[in-house]
């Protein structure tokens, strides 16, 4: 069964859903779009498990950006229409990053860029942190940063569903497949292949495949340093409600932000924190009672006592040159092109970076973000855009 599309999207989640929504909308009524998706439930995505969040709070200017358009694009999305969907609520929260003496050049050197770039930050020393959350046990800490607007929390869910009314609105094909291989003839790719043995001609292939993306692109025969690695999400209920209104990262790694009335969700990275197969989504037994809950109840002592309600795991696509992403073509193939790594701030860059991706292939050029500096050249020159501001 022949099929042909002028672009071919691998990977149906938020990344995915974003390209294919800014493409139809900027590239018009005729352009043929298939997104190719093999869990059509999203039970396993990225976006779905994620703890979905929004910050401001990063390292470089770029990704600060991003942020702020997809903070605009979430209000875009929920903009009145009679007789439209409802809106994603948005919870407003800003993160609180927390130092110690060694790690506050760090907070500083990443203030100095958010502040350059409009964020308005609020940076605590060590008393008065102390003052202000009189429920945090503050040994060992130097000094703390907290934004002030722009920050936040909603289900990606809601984002993903909303993207994908958007896109079938515009007439974008969704297929419930799986691609099993990349045709590959000099500088251009061919047919996509799928498992159904379906072979979709492609003028334009996109690599959305999140935590997979590493296997897509190996598929063309470029290589990519975007690997799956496991991230469990703790839903708790504490004894007492501590009042946290933010979302709290420790130098320890954890973070935990509030989920309700006295209750909480929290997560910390393992430590070692090896690549994960696709199919793995277990819980590690005792990672809450061993690792996490330890650090939680020595920062928080009220979270002494606390009742475990819900856990799951997610993957990151996590970029191992550097923790950020890799957005446009490979130098040796003009049709293939990355929506790749973002290293667990997807969720909040999909629709920046879906618009930036659609402009480079409808027009050749960036225009309302330059996403240039996330390029797959830099792969090729060992040259990483390090982000350091990874949760």
């Known amino acids: 069964m022949g099929d042909s599309f002028d672009v071919v999207i691998v990977g149906g989640a938020v990344m995915g859903c974003a390209a294919a929504y800014h493409l139809k909308a900027l590239g018009g009524e005729s352009l043929r779009i298939a997104v190719v998706e093999r869990d059509p439930r999203y039970t396993t995505a990225s976006t779905t498990l994620s703890a979905g969040s929004i910050r401001q709070q990063f390292s470089t200017p770029l990704n600060i950006r991003l942020s702020r358009f997809g903070r605009a694009f979430l209000d875009e999305l929920n903009h009145d ?70 920050e936040g929390w909603f289900d990606g869910h809601d984002l993903l569903q909303a993207l994908r009314r958007r896109c079938r609105n515009l007439t974008v094909s969704f297929l419930h497949d799986t691609v099993v291989g990349l045709d590959r003839n000099g500088t251009r790719l061919g047919p996509v292949r799928l498992a159904s043995g379906r072979r979709l001609a492609a003028g334009q292939v996109v690599n959305a495949a999140g935590p997979a993306a590493g296997a897509v692109a190996a598929m063309a025969g470029v290589p990519l340093p975007v690997v799956a690695r496991k991230r469990c999400v703790f839903h ?10 933010s979302l709290m990262i420790d130098p320890s790694g954890f973070y935990v932000r509030p989920h309700g009335p006295a209750e909480y969700l929290a997560g910390m990275p393992p430590d070692p924190d090896p690549d994960t ?47 950020n992403a890799v957005v446009g073509p490979p130098p040796d193939l003009e049709n293939l092109f990355f ?40 792969i090729l020159e060992n040259r990483p855009l390090r982000e350091r501001a990874i949760i």
């Open 236 to 245: 708790f209920r504490a004894a007492v409600d501590i009042g946290l209104t």
């Open 81 to 150: 229409v009679p007789g439209g969907p409802p809106p994603i609520p948005f919870t407003p929260g800003s993160y609180l990053f927390l130092a110690t003496p060694d790690g506050l050049p760090v907070l500083d050197a990443n203030l100095s860029v958010q502040s350059a770039e409009g964020v308005p930050i609020h940076r605590y020393d060590a008393a008065e942190l102390a003052i202000s959350y009189p429920w945090l046990n503050t040994a060992g800490l130097a000094g703390a940063a907290r934004a002030l607007d722009g």
């Open 277 to 323: 197969a696709a199919d793995d989504f277990a819980v590690p037994p005792t990672f809450f009672e061993d690792c996490l809950w330890p650090a939680l109840a020595h920062r928080v002592p009220a979270f002494e006592a606390v009742r475990l309600l819900t856990f799951w795991a997610g993957h990151y696509e996590y970029c191992t040159l550097d923790q």
């Open 339 to 378: 929506l790749n790594g973002f290293s667990g701030h997807g969720l909040q860059h999909a629709a920046g970076a879906g618009r930036g991706l659609a402009e480079l292939m409808l027009t050749g050029r960036f225009q309302s973000l330059d996403l240039s500096p996330l390029g797959y050249e830099r």
